[in-house]
T-cell receptor, first 115, second 111 residues
Framework: DAGITQSPRYKITETGRQVTLMCHQT?????MFWYRQDLGHGLRLIYY???????DKGEVPDGYVVSRSKTENFPLTLESATRSQTSVYFC??????????????FGPGTRLTVL | QKEVEQDPGPLSVPEGAIVSLNCTYS??????FMWYRQYSRKGPELLMY??SSGNKEDGRFTAQVDKSSKYISLFIRDSQPSDSATYLC???????????WGAGTKLIIKP
């Protein structure tokens, strides 16, 4: 299917476990982003990537690791999950140029609960 | 102080009313202004995209940018219950691909 997909859609894990959230886009967009969305905080940027093998920290990167070996994939790993990482995680992508540069397209989200 | 301020609401209005949603910002370098709509348990989707100042209209939706006041607005005419959602403003400058987001306003249209 064309677009941007995330998996899993729902995940329950325990404190201390490693969790990887997957993101895949079919548009060959250069930029990809990971956000978390919490009540009262809106969307907060965790990490972003300008191209394969280029990643950079956002506003709240602590406790998260990303990689981007292929343009279409941008996995987010929680190395040792904590309860404060319970949240809804969104992946997004955007083009590097064009009439709507900076427009971000979002995936459906992953709802993560850390017990 | 946040770079982008947006009243989280909720804003509750009767069906058919004109809705006004607003954001203020502090960075005069912002040139790209967007409004996203987010339904419950869904990802945000772009509703309106505006470059620099002025108005843009799309059906029942009008986006306004006033750079002199650092103020953007989204107007919804003839509001429908299906417009009930959270509306997020987002903006960026020319050189940055990151978007700076408002907190989102929850809008409720009562039938």
């Amino acid at each position: 299917d064309a677009g941007i997909t995330q998996s899993p859609r729902y995940k329950i894990t325990e404190t201390g476990r490693q969790v990887t959230l997957m993101c895949h886009q079919t548009w060959s967009h250069s930029y990809m982003f990971w956000y978390r969305q919490d009540l009262g905080h809106g969307l907060r940027l965790i990490y972003y990537s300008a191209a394969a093998d280029i990643t950079d920290k956002g506003e709240v990167p602590d406790g998260y690791v990303v990689s981007r070996s292929k343009t279409e994939n941008f996995p987010l790993t929680l190395e040792s999950a904590t309860r404060s990482q319970t949240s809804v995680y969104f992946c997004a992508s955007s083009e590097a140029s064009g009439a709507h540069r900076n427009e971000q397209f979002f995936g459906p989200g992953t709802r993560l609960t850390v017990l | 102080q946040k770079e982008v301020e947006q009243d989280p609401g909720p804003l509750s209005v009767p069906e058919g009313a004109i809705v006004s949603l607003n954001c203020t910002y502090s960075n005069s370098a912002f040139q790209y202004f967007m409004w996203y709509r987010q339904y419950s348990r869904k990802g945000p989707e772009l509703l309106m995209y505006t470059y620099s100042s002025g108005n843009k209209e799309d059906g029942r939706f009008t986006a306004q940018v006033d750079k002199s006041s650092k103020y953007i607005s989204l107007f919804i005419r003839d509001s429908q219950p299906s417009d009930s959602a959270t509306y997020l403003c987002a903006m960026s400058d020319y050189s940055n691909y990151q978007l700076i987001w408002g907190a989102g306003t929850k809008l409720i249209i009562k039938p």
